[in-house]
């Protein structure tokens, strides 16, 4: 039985993959009361880690790309949280997200737009969330963004 929200997933085209493993000494997400703390998931889907520089090899709308990739990561975990069941979810509580740019790129909220605007594309209000949006000299395997997040479950 497929849940309202990977319904609504599936008419945008979104299949949620399995949660990976943490790639270090870690866990994926961590459940307090009804809190859900998404460690940050980087930007990589089937072909890869999706890397670049804002501001440098990487234009903006890669940049939006990346960052939605890294929504679909967090609702991947979050699944896993939930025992497969997403329509646990009351909402996302907020993002962090971290671009990596260049010391002279100032376009990081547009950036982490694409996560923003996928999840109320995606979850409707529950989707609104606080958020910070950051650069970073690096990130890890070079890619261009990472977004961690807490989400409220019942």
């Known amino acids: ?74 609702l991947t975990q979050l699944k896993a949280a939930c025992d497969g069941d997403l329509d646990r979810l009351v909402r996302v509580v907020k993002l962090g997200g971290f671009v990596n740019s260049t010391p002279d790129f100032t376009d990081q909220p547009k950036v982490i737009n694409g996560a923003s605007d996928f999840l109320v594309e995606a979850l409707g209000d529950i989707g609104r969330h606080a958020r910070a949006a950051v650069s970073a000299p690096s990130l890890p395997l070079g890619v261009a963004v990472e977004i961690d997040a807490v989400f409220q479950i019942k």
């Open 1 to 74: 039985m497929s849940s309202v929200i990977e319904t609504k997933l599936a008419e945008l085209g979104v299949t949620l993959p399995d949660a990976p493993a943490a790639a270090g000494n870690y866990v994926p997400y961590v459940i307090a009361g009804d809190l859900v703390f998404v460690s940050g998931q980087i930007a990589m889907d089937a072909t890869g880690p999706l890397t670049g520089k804002l501001g440098d090899d990487y234009t903006v709308d890669q940049g939006i790309a990346a960052a939605k990739t890294c929504a679909i990561n967090l």
